[in-house]
């Protein structure tokens, strides 16, 4: 049992990493210095970074709130299905947030993924 549990932990730290790198790629990517991005998001800059280093455990709003401030709205669509695609995301809360961001048939763009 104590090994499940050490597994989880691992398997969050993974995804914490793959969507700091992903983040960071992003906003490399567009030219954005991560003070220029949190402040955009109205976050301190040392939570970008820690979210960036695969620190913590962001919430899937506050991933939301650095890609807009990155500027790439369709991007931040496709990341939330590409979470889903690579298990980082349950189908319920893809849906949710793919809703939240206006996709008016969130099941289609998941079947498709």
């Not at 954005?32 to 939570?47: C, D, M, S, Y």
């Not at 820690?50 to 939301?64: A, D, K, M």
Request: proline share 5%; net charge positive; hydrophobic share 40%.
């Amino acid at each position: 049992m104590g090994n499940l549990g050490h597994a989880a932990v691992d398997a969050i730290q993974f995804s914490n990493t793959s969507i700091g790198k992903d983040l960071r790629a992003r906003r490399e990517a567009v030219g954005l210095k991560q003070v220029q991005v949190a402040r955009k998001a109205g976050i301190p800059p040392e939570t970008l970074c820690r979210v960036e280093r695969g620190r913590g455990n962001p919430t899937v709003r506050l991933i939301q709130r650095i890609l807009k401030a990155i500027d790439q709205p369709e991007a931040a669509k496709e990341q939330i299905v590409n979470w889903y695609v690579k298990g980082l995301l349950p189908l319920q809360t893809a849906r949710q947030r793919l809703q939240n961001l206006g996709w008016t048939n969130p099941d289609l763009a998941l079947s498709l993924a």
